[in-house]
């Protein structure tokens, strides 16, 4: 199982890495609720991408998301909402499609600060309700 985890996770990344690099492309972290803690990569508004993994568990989860909106509240604020699906690769597998909606702080001009709570609609492995959220950190080079 931890064969099938590691092969998967490495397909993930390889789909995930950027054809191309703009000004706008940011990595950090991502702690929350009902997703692990991860690395987070931002390539303006799409796709952002996170990879997780269970401290406690054995599985992974990825999500990748498109924000439809992503606009100023304040000269170093904006909020953002979107849609995605996130992937959970485990004991069992998981499929998500997700509405995420949250907040950016550039408290730094290269470092962002942001929440975000994640509604979503679980498909796999039952039908039902989902919901997360997290923070986390991004430095944007």
Partial sequence: ?????IIIALFLIVLMMPLTVSAD????????YGQPSGITFKLNNFPVISLGWSLNGNWISGTVDYWFINNKIDRNVLWYFGTGVKLSVGDPIGLVFRVPVGI????????????????????????????????GLRYHF
């Fill in 1 to 5: 199982m931890t064969k099938k985890i």
């Fill in 25 to 32: 492309t940011g990595i950090g972290g991502i702690a929350g």
């Fill in 104 to 135: 950016q702080w550039y408290f730094m001009p290269s470092f962002e600060l942001f929440g975000e709570l994640v509604p979503g609609l679980a498909i796999l492995p039952s039908t039902g309700f989902d919901f997360s959220g997290g923070i």
